[in-house]
């Protein structure tokens, strides 16, 4: 991937790769075969997206990008770990507006390009730990959720974030499905939405972020498991007091608000002392917060997070 620091960033960087190769044929073949290229655009090419690289980013060997890509959890197209991949390449995220709203100065509606292009992109590369008891490394290019925030000012009153994301029966086949609550929703502490690490993601090795991994833009927040990425976010909201979240509701015997990686804490079914490495054979430890404990510790100081899971 190339890497260049963030000011050297174009808007070329975030062009459509097919388009550009496109254009150059356009140019090549002049006006007259115009049109007929112009028409053969498809809408979910693969662009580039670049990323300036970041000090958060672990040196742990990524895994695949056909694993990333093709091993995912996103019920609204379907419970099983395939159906992502093959379902969602007709959501549609063109045109994508996201709404920033609730307790701040200014609320603001976000065009999606405008917005990837208003904040430096940096490639951080993630452990992301899911609640079944697997885990990849993720090289996403995104920017800190904090940067986001910071522009509709947020008031004293906002003491926590409200995600929601798409919930389209006719572009998503999984939302006639009643095992969640739709749209499926997440949410943060403020403090947590602040925190450097946490991350909207709007690429994926380099590129425009596939549909199954969340397109157009998605939550990742690697100390806790991976259900709190909320994926093709449409609306986030600064509140007053802890949102629900779609997995809380479905069951909040298994799934809490917090959800921060805990290998002393057991799944009321199964145990989160390991975890499968896609890709890798033998089971690794499971670390508390993921391994970014260092980072994010201090944020629970006082909790018991035996209770807080
Ligand atoms: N909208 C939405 N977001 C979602 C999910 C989902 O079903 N719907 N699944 C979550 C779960 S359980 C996990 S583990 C991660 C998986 O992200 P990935 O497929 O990009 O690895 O997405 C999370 N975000
Ligand atoms: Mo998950």
Not at 5 to 16: F, I, K, M, Y
Not at 167 to 192: N, S, T
Not at 262 to 282: C, K, M, Y
Request: aromatic content about 10%; hydrophobic content about 40%.
């Amino acid at each position: 991937m190339l890497i260049r620091s963030a000011p050297d960033l174009r808007d070329r960087d975030v062009t459509d790769k097919a388009l550009y190769l496109r254009r150059r044929e356009f140019i090549a073949a002049g006006a007259g075969a115009a049109a007929t290229l112009g028409l053969g655009l498809q809408p979910a090419m693969a662009g580039a997206v670049v990323g300036a690289k970041s000090r958060f980013s672990t040196t742990e060997k990524a895994t695949s990008k056909n694993d990333i890509t093709s091993y995912n959890n996103y019920y609204e197209f379907g419970v099983d770990k395939s159906e992502p991949a093959e379902n969602a390449g007709r959501l549609k995220t063109r045109p994508w507006t996201v709404v920033v709203d609730g307790a701040c100065g200014k609320p603001q509606r976000f065009d999606i390009d405008a917005l990837i292009k208003r904040f430096p992109l940096e490639e951080r590369i993630y452990r992301m730990r899911c609640v079944e008891a697997w885990s990849m490394v993720i090289p996403w290019v995104g920017f800190p959720l904090a940067s986001l925030l910071k522009a509709v000012e947020p008031t004293a009153a906002a003491k926590f974030v409200a995600f929601e994301t798409l919930a389209d029966p006719a572009q998503m086949p999984g939302v006639r499905d009643p095992v969640l609550k739709w749209p499926y929703r997440e949410g943060l502490r403020i403090d947590e939405a602040m925190h450097p690490l946490t991350l909207m993601a709007v690429g994926l090795y380099g590129e425009t972020l596939p549909n199954q991994n969340g397109a157009p833009i998605r939550l990742v927040t690697p100390w806790k498991y991976g259900y709190k990425g909320a994926k093709s976010i449409v609306k986030i909201s600064l509140v007053e007091t802890q949102p629900p979240t779609a997995w809380n509701l479905a069951s909040p015997r298994e799934y809490g608000f917090y959800s921060n990686v805990n290998p002393a804490v057991d799944h009321p079914r199964w145990s989160q002392a390991t975890e499968r490495r896609i890709g890798e054979f033998l089971r690794r430890k499971t670390l508390p917060f993921n391994g970014y404990g260092d980072q994010v510790a201090s944020l629970y100081q006082g909790m018991d997070l035996r209770k807080f899971y």
